[in-house]
């Protein structure tokens, strides 16, 4: 059980961005000063890479930086970790997707002391959402640098004229508001959000947090036949088949979504924070100059959307870099970058940053209001925390799909829980 496939995936192409991913030596833990970093295409790489000379320089090491797309990402973690190879020190990963197959491997190092004793890097700072998902029995394996909430979008001048002066508080005013305006707007649905049977998992998730469910319970059992779910499947999915799109399809991922709401089709769509430039840039929204932004509604358990890494650093457990390798991420994760990081429109982890007015001074100011509820309230997973991500949100994605189209949301969710028990049962083995 040391080494397990990771994702399954044919080996691609590696190209460095920089230089050689196969210098630095063995230096023992701590004593190279050549630092290996892999790391994602992203804007928060782009932003790293350009304040690295000052790392460099105070720090009197040389970072070798291997820039990779999430395939070819996948890929080398897939050879290199499994292999049990010491030549990345830093590695970049999804806390969400492959976070607990890493740690159940022990592909990343246990930070936890070094996170933990560090007064100067404050790892209390991190909100307790992504600092969950990116921890494993106990053990800190990852520092959470770039985070995702679910919001609700919205058509300020659509509300306006049904005669509503705020937007929805409570899930059950947002099935009243988006009957109305629907009912006022011929042609425009009243709600949109993903359909799709995995897609939908991680927005759903939201509604099912708000409802008081979960997809497993505190002692690990299948829990998406509680009462809790039945209710939030049934109006998740009766929200859509009711004031959705006129002949709504079953297979809409966010991309999808996000074009019906920005065509001026929908008056209300919950989606990720990190998305909302799609909705306010006018070269990509017809209705960029009536959007607006609030916090997750709340339903019978409360607002409770998800506050989710959706990227993280961890150390290669194998590293015979380590000491170097938590000074790189005591600088890459530290209060200073992530607020560099944050101005520039990178949400972060770190609640001081997200205290500080001048890190909300690009958004705007009612989704950094609404962002700032989700970081308090949330939870800090939006699917499955299993091994085959996948697999388990085409499972539990189901009731989604059959409460969209009329079937029994009930009998759904019973048949999706007996099969993800399965499924957690034989992964478990």
């Known amino acids: 059980m040391r080494r397990r ?23 023992g833990d701590g004593g190279s000063s050549t630092l290996r970093v892999t790391l994602v295409n992203h804007v928060w790489t782009e932003n790293l ?18 820039q990779l797309g999430e395939d070819q990402l996948s890929d080398q973690y897939n050879v290199k970790l499994n292999a049990g190879s010491s030549d990345i020190d830093v590695m970049m990963y999804r806390p969400l997707q492959e976070g607990k197959l890493f ?16 007064g100067a890097f404050e ?25 995702e909430q679910e919001v609700l979008y ?42 799709g049977k995995a897609a939908a998992v991680t927005q759903f998730s939201s509604f099912l947090y708000s409802f008081g469910g979960d997809f497993v319970d505190g002692s690990g059992k299948a829990s998406v036949n509680t009462a809790q779910a039945k209710q939030a499947y049934a ?19 966010w991309s999808e979504a996000m074009a019906i709401f920005t065509q001026g089709k929908a008056a209300f769509y919950t989606e990720a924070n990190s998305l909302y430039k799609n909705a306010t840039d006018p070269a990509k929204s017809k209705v960029s100059d009536t959007v607006g932004f609030t916090a997750f509604p709340a339903g019978p358990a409360g607002s409770k959307p998800y506050n989710i890494p959706s990227w993280a650093l961890g150390v290669n457990d194998t590293s015979k870099n380590k000491d170097n390798a938590w000074k790189f991420i005591q600088w890459a994760a530290g209060k200073e970058q ?11 982890a770190r609640a001081s ?29 939006d699917r499955p925390l299993v091994e085959k991500v996948a697999e388990a949100r085409e499972i539990v994605g189901q009731p989604i799909v059959d409460a969209i189209t009329g079937k029994d949301p009930a009998a759904s969710a019973d048949a999706a829980n007996e099969a993800f028990q399965k499924f957690l049962d034989d992964e478990s083995k």
């Open 338 to 348: 992530a607020l560099a990081q944050q101005k520039a429109g990178v949400p972060g």
């Open 5 to 27: 496939s990771i994702l399954g995936t044919s080996l691609a192409v590696v190209v460095a961005m920089g230089l050689s991913a196969c210098g630095g030596g063995d230096g």
């Open 103 to 118: 740690a159940k491997n022990r592909y990343l190092a246990d930070l936890t002391d070094k996170a933990k004793s560090d």
């Open 353 to 381: 940053v997200w205290a500080n007015p001048e890190a909300a001074s690009t958004y705007p100011k009612d989704l950094a209001e609404a962002t700032t509820v989700s970081t308090a309230n949330g939870i800090g997973h």
């Open 154 to 195: 919205y058509r300020k001048d659509l509300l306006q004229k049904s005669g509503f002066t705020a937007p929805p508080k409570t899930l059950d005013e947002l099935k009243t508001q988006a009957a109305k305006v629907e009912a006022d707007n011929p042609g425009v649905a009243g709600f949109v959000a993903r359909t």
């Open 123 to 147: 790892f209390a700072d991190f909100q307790p959402g992504p600092v969950q998902a990116t921890t494993y029995e106990d053990k800190v394996v990852g520092v959470p640098i770039i985070t």
């Open 235 to 253: 109006f998740y999915g009766g929200l859509l088949r009711d004031h959705g799109p006129d002949n709504i399809s079953t297979d809409m991922s």
């Open 49 to 66: 890479k350009k304040a690295l000379p000052e790392f460099e320089k105070q720090s009197g090491l040389k970072v070798e930086v291997t």
